[in-house]
């Protein structure tokens, strides 16, 4: 084999890695996420960047770029996943490269005014509409529904039509199946692999929606990024049942109703609210202050904070939402 065709091979082969933050913060009653706003118009990125020889760690490097790019330190951080299609990387990167893309979630406690950078926070459902059902079931939703009935009914024999109804009960919970709201990205992926979502069609998958069924409702991310924020969703909205980490999200101290509409922010779902304070309340959450919030247009709501002690005491202290009310 010749030089030159060993050095062609040897780039075809190269493998790099990408580190991308999907970064939440609470503003009001709106979840959050930092993206990345380009100068030519193109989609929204997430704050990310190659892994490079100066990182010592992985951990390192995620955080030496979001802080380059936004001027954001971050604290909590923990890894997502790691994105290795080779056909999901749209114009990000180098088609010569294969990349490995992994997502870290930080969350922080408030949404800082923008800086001189290109960072801007966005409500995370500007990307995701049809996952928001604290005001009953979007517009969206219903056409989403309807494209994927036409998509099961084009099944080519009853084995596929089985398996694609039950895909859609499990992602989208139809027919009486229950609604997982942590399934985000298994939603995404659907409209994804029917081809309801803009990157099926500039990926090149074969896909079954032509290009009018592309809903326009949700905006589009650069390469894989709106993946990484709907398996980032996803990870919050299951682990704030087991684990507190929404008080990450809280300022130091807060109101009861402040918690419950960050909860059902967070989620995309109404909450019972005597049922949420009940079992707030019973598995030793938050704790009193001694201070009470004046100016809120009613009874003087009691300051609450997060009682750190609950974290020796039991092993996974979650909010374990009570059943959601639904509209």
Do not use: C
Not at 88 to 117: C, F, H, K, M
Not at 184 to 200: F, K, N, T
């Amino acid at each position: 084999m010749s030089s030159r065709r060993r050095r062609r091979s040897t780039d075809r082969d190269t493998l790099a890695v990408g580190l991308s933050a999907v970064i939440v913060a609470m503003n009001g009653d709106e979840p959050m996420v930092l993206a990345i706003q380009s100068n030519d118009g193109s989609p929204d990125a997430l704050p990310s960047g190659p892994l490079e020889s100066r990182h010592r760690t992985l951990d390192a490097g995620l955080r030496s770029w979001v802080e380059q790019q936004t001027r954001q330190r971050l604290g909590y951080v923990e890894q997502l996943y790691t994105f290795g299609d080779s056909n999901r990387a749209g114009d990000e990167v180098n088609p010569q490269s294969r990349v490995l893309s992994i997502g870290y979630l930080a969350l922080v406690r408030e949404a800082r005014p923008e800086s001189d950078s290109n960072a801007l926070w966005r409500d995370w459902y500007r990307y995701f509409p049809w996952e928001d059902r604290r005001a009953g079931k979007p517009a969206v939703l219903t056409r989403i529904e309807r494209e994927l009935r036409h998509w099961i009914a084009a099944a080519g024999n009853r084995e596929d039509r089985r398996s694609r109804e039950e895909r859609l009960r499990a992602s989208f919970g139809l027919h009486d199946a229950p609604l997982s709201d942590d399934r985000v990205l298994e939603r995404y992926e659907l409209l994804y692999h029917v081809g309801l979502v803009p990157e099926a069609h500039r990926d090149g998958m074969r896909i079954w929606a032509s290009a009018k069924a592309v809903l326009t409702e949700g905006e589009t991310m650069i390469a894989d990024h709106r993946r990484v924020l709907a398996t980032a969703i996803g990870r919050l909205r299951g682990k704030i049942k087991y684990r507190p980490v929404v008080f990450e999200l809280m300022p130091p101290t807060f109101r009861f109703r402040q918690l419950q509409r960050a909860v059902e922010a967070l989620a995309g779902l109404r909450l019972h609210t005597s049922n949420f304070r009940r079992l707030v309340e019973s598995q030793g959450l938050v704790e009193e202050t001694g201070e009470v919030a004046a100016g809120t247009g009613g009874r003087p709501a009691r300051m609450l904070r997060f009682r750190r002690d609950v974290l020796l005491e039991r092993p996974a202290p979650g909010v374990r939402l009570p059943i959601f009310r639904r509209s």
